[in-house]
Protein backbone atom coordinates (compact mmCIF):
# COMPACT_ATOMS: atom_id res chain seq x y z
CA UNK A 1 0.00 0.00 0.00
CA UNK A 2 2.51 2.20 0.91
CA UNK A 3 6.99 2.00 1.57
CA UNK A 4 6.96 4.43 3.81
CA UNK A 5 7.73 3.40 7.28
CA UNK A 6 5.59 4.60 10.41
CA UNK A 7 7.54 5.43 14.20
CA UNK A 8 5.13 5.66 16.81
CA UNK A 9 5.94 7.76 20.33
CA UNK A 10 4.08 4.89 23.18
CA UNK A 11 2.84 1.40 22.78
CA UNK A 12 0.30 1.00 24.86
CA UNK A 13 -3.72 0.22 23.74
CA UNK A 14 -3.84 2.97 21.27
CA UNK A 15 -0.65 2.09 19.75
CA UNK A 16 -1.68 -1.82 19.14
CA UNK A 17 -5.07 -0.62 17.62
CA UNK A 18 -3.25 1.57 15.24
CA UNK A 19 -1.10 -1.22 14.47
CA UNK A 20 -3.96 -3.53 13.84
CA UNK A 21 -4.91 -0.83 10.94
CA UNK A 22 -1.57 -0.72 9.83
CA UNK A 23 -0.88 -4.53 9.27
CA UNK A 24 -4.26 -4.75 7.61
CA UNK A 25 -2.99 -2.63 4.31
CA UNK A 26 0.54 -3.59 4.60
CA UNK A 27 2.52 -0.43 6.31
CA UNK A 28 5.66 -0.83 8.61
CA UNK A 29 5.14 0.73 11.81
CA UNK A 30 7.94 0.84 14.76
CA UNK A 31 7.25 1.78 18.12
CA UNK A 32 9.45 3.36 21.06
CA UNK A 33 8.25 2.56 23.97
CA UNK A 34 10.51 1.70 27.14
CA UNK A 35 8.27 -1.83 27.74
CA UNK A 36 9.74 -4.85 25.54
CA UNK A 37 6.33 -7.02 25.06
CA UNK A 38 3.80 -3.45 25.45
CA UNK A 39 0.26 -4.31 23.80
CA UNK A 40 1.68 -2.37 20.55
CA UNK A 41 4.68 -4.75 20.12
CA UNK A 42 3.22 -7.54 20.65
CA UNK A 43 1.23 -7.23 17.31
CA UNK A 44 3.63 -6.50 15.81
CA UNK A 45 6.74 -8.72 14.10
CA UNK A 46 9.17 -5.61 13.22
CA UNK A 47 12.39 -6.46 14.73
CA UNK A 48 13.84 -3.47 15.23
CA UNK A 49 11.30 -1.76 18.07
CA UNK A 50 13.10 0.35 20.49
CA UNK A 51 12.77 -0.20 24.08
CA UNK A 52 13.18 3.06 25.31
CA UNK A 53 11.24 6.14 26.96
CA UNK A 54 9.50 8.09 24.50
CA UNK A 55 10.68 11.20 26.16
CA UNK A 56 13.98 10.41 25.38
CA UNK A 57 16.49 12.29 22.76
CA UNK A 58 18.31 9.71 21.47
CA UNK A 59 15.87 7.40 21.06
CA UNK A 60 13.57 9.73 19.11
CA UNK A 61 16.34 10.75 17.22
CA UNK A 62 17.20 6.99 16.32
CA UNK A 63 13.61 6.23 15.57
CA UNK A 64 13.69 8.99 13.39
CA UNK A 65 16.32 7.84 11.67
CA UNK A 66 14.70 4.82 10.66
CA UNK A 67 11.32 5.69 9.73
CA UNK A 68 9.74 8.12 6.83
CA UNK A 69 6.66 9.63 9.81
CA UNK A 70 6.20 10.12 12.96
CA UNK A 71 3.35 10.06 14.85
CA UNK A 72 2.21 9.87 18.93
CA UNK A 73 -0.30 7.70 21.14
CA UNK A 74 0.31 9.90 23.84
CA UNK A 75 0.48 13.51 24.22
CA UNK A 76 3.47 13.32 27.11
CA UNK A 77 6.26 12.85 24.96
CA UNK A 78 9.37 15.10 24.28
CA UNK A 79 8.60 18.40 22.07
CA UNK A 80 11.99 19.59 21.97
CA UNK A 81 13.35 16.60 20.28
CA UNK A 82 10.59 16.16 17.76
CA UNK A 83 11.28 19.93 16.70
CA UNK A 84 14.55 19.14 16.14
CA UNK A 85 13.65 16.14 14.38
CA UNK A 86 11.21 18.79 11.77
CA UNK A 87 14.03 21.09 11.65
CA UNK A 88 16.70 18.55 10.41
CA UNK A 89 14.19 17.07 8.11
CA UNK A 90 15.02 13.29 9.58
CA UNK A 91 11.38 12.70 9.52
CA UNK A 92 7.83 14.32 8.92
CA UNK A 93 5.71 14.81 12.04
CA UNK A 94 2.31 14.57 12.39
CA UNK A 95 0.88 16.18 14.55
CA UNK A 96 3.36 18.82 14.53
CA UNK A 97 5.91 19.47 17.72
CA UNK A 98 4.27 22.60 18.71
CA UNK A 99 0.88 21.65 18.08
CA UNK A 100 1.59 18.25 20.81
CA UNK A 101 3.19 21.13 22.91
CA UNK A 102 0.64 23.24 22.95
CA UNK A 103 -1.94 20.43 23.81
CA UNK A 104 0.11 19.30 26.54
CA UNK A 105 -0.01 21.69 28.44
CA UNK A 106 -3.53 21.77 29.42
CA UNK A 107 -2.96 25.74 30.53
CA UNK A 108 -1.60 26.81 26.94
CA UNK A 109 -4.20 24.64 25.36
CA UNK A 110 -7.01 26.71 26.79
CA UNK A 111 -4.66 30.44 26.17
CA UNK A 112 -4.72 28.97 22.26
CA UNK A 113 -8.58 28.24 21.92
CA UNK A 114 -9.80 31.40 24.00
CA UNK A 115 -7.08 33.50 21.36
CA UNK A 116 -9.18 31.10 18.58
CA UNK A 117 -12.51 32.58 20.04
CA UNK A 118 -13.06 28.87 20.94
CA UNK A 119 -16.16 28.21 23.64
CA UNK A 120 -14.47 27.25 27.30
CA UNK A 121 -15.18 27.37 30.55
CA UNK A 122 -13.58 30.24 32.71
CA UNK A 123 -10.00 29.53 33.58
CA UNK A 124 -7.41 31.46 35.70
CA UNK A 125 -3.74 30.51 35.48
CA UNK A 126 -2.81 29.75 39.16
CA UNK A 127 1.28 29.52 40.24
CA UNK A 128 0.44 30.26 44.06
CA UNK A 129 -1.79 29.67 46.99
CA UNK A 130 -3.13 33.00 47.00
CA UNK A 131 -3.76 32.71 43.14
CA UNK A 132 -5.58 29.57 43.63
CA UNK A 133 -8.16 31.64 46.82
CA UNK A 134 -8.54 34.27 44.27
CA UNK A 135 -9.63 31.43 41.73
CA UNK A 136 -12.50 30.47 44.28
CA UNK A 137 -13.58 33.93 44.82
CA UNK A 138 -13.98 34.68 41.24
CA UNK A 139 -15.48 30.84 40.02
CA UNK A 140 -17.42 30.38 43.36
CA UNK A 141 -17.25 26.76 44.65
CA UNK A 142 -16.45 23.99 43.94
CA UNK A 143 -14.34 25.21 40.88
CA UNK A 144 -11.41 22.46 39.61
CA UNK A 145 -7.94 22.88 40.39
CA UNK A 146 -5.64 21.37 36.85
CA UNK A 147 -2.00 20.31 36.55
CA UNK A 148 -1.14 21.99 33.28
CA UNK A 149 1.17 18.78 32.14
CA UNK A 150 1.32 15.11 32.56
CA UNK A 151 -2.71 14.82 33.65
CA UNK A 152 -4.86 11.39 32.24
CA UNK A 153 -7.78 9.80 34.16
CA UNK A 154 -8.39 12.92 36.38
CA UNK A 155 -5.07 12.05 38.46
CA UNK A 156 -4.44 15.47 38.20
CA UNK A 157 -7.43 16.75 38.87
CA UNK A 158 -9.02 18.35 42.58
CA UNK A 159 -12.40 19.71 42.96
CA UNK A 160 -11.85 22.88 45.47
CA UNK A 161 -15.33 22.51 47.77
CA UNK A 162 -14.93 25.66 49.71
CA UNK A 163 -12.87 28.24 50.79
CA UNK A 164 -11.42 26.15 53.23
CA UNK A 165 -10.73 23.45 51.11
CA UNK A 166 -8.71 25.93 48.66
CA UNK A 167 -5.30 25.11 50.57
CA UNK A 168 -5.74 21.21 50.70
CA UNK A 169 -6.30 20.83 46.95
CA UNK A 170 -3.06 22.86 46.58
CA UNK A 171 -1.19 20.46 48.43
CA UNK A 172 -2.85 17.35 47.11
CA UNK A 173 -1.42 18.63 43.83
CA UNK A 174 1.60 19.98 45.40
CA UNK A 175 4.96 20.62 43.61
CA UNK A 176 3.06 20.95 40.16
CA UNK A 177 2.40 23.75 37.60
CA UNK A 178 -1.51 24.58 38.18
CA UNK A 179 -4.33 26.63 36.58
CA UNK A 180 -7.81 26.72 37.59
CA UNK A 181 -11.05 26.29 35.94
CA UNK A 182 -14.66 26.79 36.99
CA UNK A 183 -16.99 24.33 37.90
CA UNK A 184 -19.33 23.18 34.73
CA UNK A 185 -23.04 22.01 35.46
CA UNK A 186 -22.97 19.73 32.97
CA UNK A 187 -25.78 17.61 32.10
CA UNK A 188 -23.66 14.84 29.13
CA UNK A 189 -20.31 14.98 28.32
CA UNK A 190 -19.79 14.43 24.86
CA UNK A 191 -16.71 13.33 22.23
CA UNK A 192 -16.42 14.08 18.91
CA UNK A 193 -13.44 12.75 16.63
CA UNK A 194 -11.89 14.81 14.35
CA UNK A 195 -9.73 13.44 11.55
CA UNK A 196 -7.13 16.42 9.71
CA UNK A 197 -5.20 16.00 6.69
CA UNK A 198 -1.57 17.99 6.30
CA UNK A 199 -3.55 20.23 3.84
CA UNK A 200 -5.83 20.93 6.73
CA UNK A 201 -9.03 18.96 5.47
CA UNK A 202 -10.86 17.71 8.16
CA UNK A 203 -13.52 15.26 8.52
CA UNK A 204 -15.20 14.47 11.97
CA UNK A 205 -16.85 11.39 13.24
CA UNK A 206 -20.39 11.32 14.61
CA UNK A 207 -21.09 12.96 18.35
CA UNK A 208 -20.89 10.19 20.97
CA UNK A 209 -21.79 10.63 24.91
CA UNK A 210 -19.11 9.93 27.11
CA UNK A 211 -20.12 8.62 30.85
CA UNK A 212 -16.96 8.39 33.39
CA UNK A 213 -17.00 7.23 36.88
CA UNK A 214 -14.23 8.53 39.17
CA UNK A 215 -12.67 10.62 36.01
CA UNK A 216 -12.42 7.40 33.52
CA UNK A 217 -14.32 7.24 31.08
CA UNK A 218 -16.37 3.61 31.78
CA UNK A 219 -19.12 4.15 29.06
CA UNK A 220 -19.57 5.32 25.71
CA UNK A 221 -22.75 5.62 23.12
CA UNK A 222 -23.06 6.53 19.60
CA UNK A 223 -24.77 8.51 18.39
CA UNK A 224 -25.01 10.78 21.30
CA UNK A 225 -29.09 10.71 23.37
CA UNK A 226 -29.24 14.49 21.84
CA UNK A 227 -31.30 17.09 20.21
CA UNK A 228 -30.49 18.10 16.67
CA UNK A 229 -29.50 21.49 17.63
CA UNK A 230 -27.06 20.51 20.04
CA UNK A 231 -25.87 17.70 17.90
CA UNK A 232 -25.05 20.54 15.05
CA UNK A 233 -23.52 22.56 17.89
CA UNK A 234 -21.37 20.02 19.19
CA UNK A 235 -20.07 19.41 15.71
CA UNK A 236 -19.23 22.84 14.83
CA UNK A 237 -17.64 22.94 18.45
CA UNK A 238 -15.70 20.08 17.18
CA UNK A 239 -14.71 21.30 13.77
CA UNK A 240 -13.72 24.63 14.77
CA UNK A 241 -11.49 23.33 17.13
CA UNK A 242 -9.71 21.51 15.05
CA UNK A 243 -9.80 23.56 12.42
CA UNK A 244 -7.68 26.11 14.13
CA UNK A 245 -5.03 24.70 15.25
CA UNK A 246 -1.53 25.69 13.94
CA UNK A 247 -0.48 24.28 9.92
CA UNK A 248 1.28 20.81 10.02
CA UNK A 249 -1.64 19.59 12.95
CA UNK A 250 -2.74 16.54 10.71
CA UNK A 251 -3.83 13.15 12.53
CA UNK A 252 -6.72 12.11 14.42
CA UNK A 253 -8.01 14.29 17.20
CA UNK A 254 -10.72 13.80 19.99
CA UNK A 255 -12.14 16.61 21.29
CA UNK A 256 -13.99 16.12 24.87
CA UNK A 257 -16.92 18.62 25.48
CA UNK A 258 -19.75 19.99 28.14
CA UNK A 259 -23.27 19.84 27.08
CA UNK A 260 -24.37 22.60 29.90
CA UNK A 261 -27.22 22.29 32.50
CA UNK A 262 -28.90 24.71 29.79
CA UNK A 263 -29.08 22.22 27.45
CA UNK A 264 -27.87 24.07 25.06
CA UNK A 265 -24.61 25.47 25.99
CA UNK A 266 -21.62 23.12 24.83
CA UNK A 267 -17.78 23.86 25.71
CA UNK A 268 -14.58 22.28 24.91
CA UNK A 269 -13.14 20.40 28.32
CA UNK A 270 -9.88 19.60 26.54
CA UNK A 271 -8.59 18.15 23.17
CA UNK A 272 -6.14 14.27 22.55
CA UNK A 273 -3.62 15.18 19.84
CA UNK A 274 -4.26 11.06 18.72
CA UNK A 275 -6.65 8.32 18.65
CA UNK A 276 -8.83 8.61 21.96
CA UNK A 277 -10.71 5.86 24.17
CA UNK A 278 -14.42 7.52 23.29
CA UNK A 279 -13.07 6.50 19.67
CA UNK A 280 -12.65 3.40 20.21
CA UNK A 281 -16.45 2.55 19.12
CA UNK A 282 -15.51 3.57 15.32
CA UNK A 283 -13.40 0.35 14.78
CA UNK A 284 -17.01 -2.12 14.63
CA UNK A 285 -19.52 0.82 13.99
CA UNK A 286 -18.32 3.18 11.16
CA UNK A 287 -17.25 3.13 7.35
CA UNK A 288 -13.33 3.64 8.30
CA UNK A 289 -11.80 3.56 11.86
CA UNK A 290 -9.98 6.61 13.92
CA UNK A 291 -6.93 4.14 13.59
CA UNK A 292 -7.32 3.95 9.89
CA UNK A 293 -7.78 7.11 9.28
CA UNK A 294 -4.84 8.38 11.83
CA UNK A 295 -2.93 6.36 9.40
CA UNK A 296 -4.11 7.89 6.35
CA UNK A 297 -3.81 11.27 7.66
CA UNK A 298 -0.37 11.01 8.89
CA UNK A 299 0.33 9.53 5.16
CA UNK A 300 -1.49 12.26 4.01
CA UNK A 301 -3.60 9.81 1.70
CA UNK A 302 -7.22 9.96 1.14
CA UNK A 303 -9.68 9.83 4.34
CA UNK A 304 -12.41 6.93 4.64
CA UNK A 305 -16.01 7.27 5.55
CA UNK A 306 -16.72 9.03 9.22
CA UNK A 307 -19.98 7.80 9.30
CA UNK A 308 -22.23 5.74 11.14
CA UNK A 309 -22.79 2.16 9.51
CA UNK A 310 -25.21 0.48 12.08
CA UNK A 311 -28.09 2.22 13.75
CA UNK A 312 -26.31 2.34 17.03
CA UNK A 313 -23.13 1.62 18.70
CA UNK A 314 -21.73 1.32 22.65
CA UNK A 315 -18.31 1.31 24.18
CA UNK A 316 -17.89 -0.70 27.60
CA UNK A 317 -14.80 0.03 28.92
CA UNK A 318 -12.60 -3.37 30.75
CA UNK A 319 -10.68 -2.17 33.53
CA UNK A 320 -8.85 -3.49 36.61
CA UNK A 321 -11.23 -4.12 38.93
CA UNK A 322 -10.07 -5.28 43.04
CA UNK A 323 -10.52 -9.42 42.45
CA UNK A 324 -7.68 -9.18 39.61
CA UNK A 325 -8.09 -10.88 36.14
CA UNK A 326 -11.31 -11.86 36.33
CA UNK A 327 -12.89 -8.80 36.70
CA UNK A 328 -11.67 -8.48 33.10
CA UNK A 329 -12.44 -11.91 32.31
CA UNK A 330 -16.09 -11.78 33.28
CA UNK A 331 -17.11 -9.18 30.88
CA UNK A 332 -15.47 -10.20 28.46
CA UNK A 333 -16.49 -14.02 28.28
CA UNK A 334 -20.41 -12.97 29.09
CA UNK A 335 -19.75 -10.73 25.61
CA UNK A 336 -19.29 -13.59 23.83
CA UNK A 337 -22.98 -14.71 24.26
CA UNK A 338 -24.22 -11.07 23.13
CA UNK A 339 -25.10 -10.57 19.75
CA UNK A 340 -23.18 -7.74 18.05
CA UNK A 341 -20.58 -7.51 21.08
CA UNK A 342 -16.85 -7.81 20.40
CA UNK A 343 -14.18 -7.90 22.31
CA UNK A 344 -10.61 -6.45 22.46
CA UNK A 345 -8.27 -7.55 25.10
CA UNK A 346 -4.86 -5.62 25.08
CA UNK A 347 -2.19 -7.79 26.55
CA UNK A 348 -1.45 -5.65 29.21
CA UNK A 349 0.96 -7.74 31.75
CA UNK A 350 -0.64 -6.96 34.89
CA UNK A 351 -4.96 -6.31 36.40
CA UNK A 352 -4.02 -3.46 38.00
CA UNK A 353 -6.88 -1.37 40.07
CA UNK A 354 -8.56 0.94 37.20
CA UNK A 355 -6.18 0.20 34.35
CA UNK A 356 -7.59 -0.01 30.81
CA UNK A 357 -6.86 -3.86 30.61
CA UNK A 358 -9.54 -3.76 27.20
CA UNK A 359 -13.11 -2.79 26.11
CA UNK A 360 -16.17 -4.39 24.44
CA UNK A 361 -17.87 -2.73 21.62
CA UNK A 362 -21.48 -3.15 20.94
CA UNK A 363 -23.36 -2.18 17.97
CA UNK A 364 -27.15 -2.91 17.48
CA UNK A 365 -30.07 -2.11 15.37
CA UNK A 366 -31.79 0.19 17.92
CA UNK A 367 -31.21 2.20 20.75
CA UNK A 368 -33.33 -0.59 22.66
CA UNK A 369 -31.77 -3.19 21.48
CA UNK A 370 -28.09 -1.59 22.05
CA UNK A 371 -29.44 -0.90 25.63
CA UNK A 372 -30.52 -4.25 26.19
CA UNK A 373 -27.49 -5.91 24.89
CA UNK A 374 -24.60 -3.66 27.22
CA UNK A 375 -26.90 -4.24 30.33
CA UNK A 376 -25.99 -7.74 29.87
CA UNK A 377 -22.35 -6.95 29.76
CA UNK A 378 -22.47 -4.05 32.40
CA UNK A 379 -23.96 -6.46 34.67
CA UNK A 380 -20.58 -8.39 34.71
CA UNK A 381 -18.24 -5.60 35.14
CA UNK A 382 -16.17 -5.33 38.41
CA UNK A 383 -16.64 -2.28 39.93
CA UNK A 384 -13.32 -1.29 39.60
CA UNK A 385 -13.50 1.32 42.67
CA UNK A 386 -15.06 -1.00 45.39
P1 LIG B 1 -8.20 12.40 30.27
O1 LIG B 1 -7.94 11.00 30.70
O2 LIG B 1 -9.53 12.58 29.56
O3 LIG B 1 -7.06 13.04 29.54
P2 LIG B 1 -7.68 14.41 32.29
O4 LIG B 1 -6.87 13.91 33.43
O5 LIG B 1 -7.02 15.27 31.26
O6 LIG B 1 -8.44 13.20 31.64
P3 LIG B 1 -10.04 16.13 32.40
O7 LIG B 1 -10.55 15.67 31.10
O8 LIG B 1 -9.63 17.55 32.55
O9 LIG B 1 -8.87 15.21 32.99
O10 LIG B 1 -11.13 15.85 33.56
C1 LIG B 1 -11.59 14.55 33.86
C2 LIG B 1 -13.08 14.60 34.15
O11 LIG B 1 -13.34 15.49 35.25
C3 LIG B 1 -13.91 15.15 33.00
O12 LIG B 1 -14.18 14.15 32.03
C4 LIG B 1 -15.15 15.62 33.76
O13 LIG B 1 -15.97 14.52 34.11
C5 LIG B 1 -14.54 16.21 35.03
N1 LIG B 1 -14.23 17.65 34.86
C6 LIG B 1 -13.09 18.18 34.36
N2 LIG B 1 -13.13 19.52 34.31
C7 LIG B 1 -14.33 19.89 34.79
C8 LIG B 1 -14.99 21.15 35.00
N3 LIG B 1 -14.39 22.30 34.70
N4 LIG B 1 -16.25 21.12 35.50
C9 LIG B 1 -16.86 19.96 35.82
N5 LIG B 1 -16.30 18.75 35.66
C10 LIG B 1 -15.05 18.69 35.16
MG1 LIG C 1 -6.54 14.89 29.34
MG1 LIG D 1 -10.29 14.44 29.61
Redesign the pocket.
Known amino acids: MDSRVIGILGGGQLGRMFIEAANRMNIEVRVLDPTAKSPAKQISNFVEHIDQPFTSSEAIKQLAKECDVLTVEIEHVNCDELAKVEKLGLAKVFPSSSTVRLIQD ?1 YLQKCYLEEHKQSL ?1 EYVKCDTLEEAQDAGRKFGFP ?2 L ?1 CRLG ?7 Y ?1 VKSENDVAAGFKFLGGKMLYA ?6 VK ?1 LAVMVVRRPSGQVETYPVVE ?1 A ?1 RD ?3 ELVYAPAQIDGQVRQQAMKVATDTISCLPEGSAGIFGV ?1 M ?1 LHEDGRTVVV ?2 I ?1 PRPH ?1 SGHYTIEACGTSQFENHLRAVLDLPLGDTNLKVPAAAMINVLGGSDGISSVLDPCLASLEVDGATVHLYGKAEAKLARKMGHITVVADSALQLRRRTDMIVGKLANASS
Not at 151 to 157: F, K, L, Q
Not at 181 to 186: A, D, I, T
Open positions: KPFVKAYDGRGNVEKFVPFETQNICEFNEAN
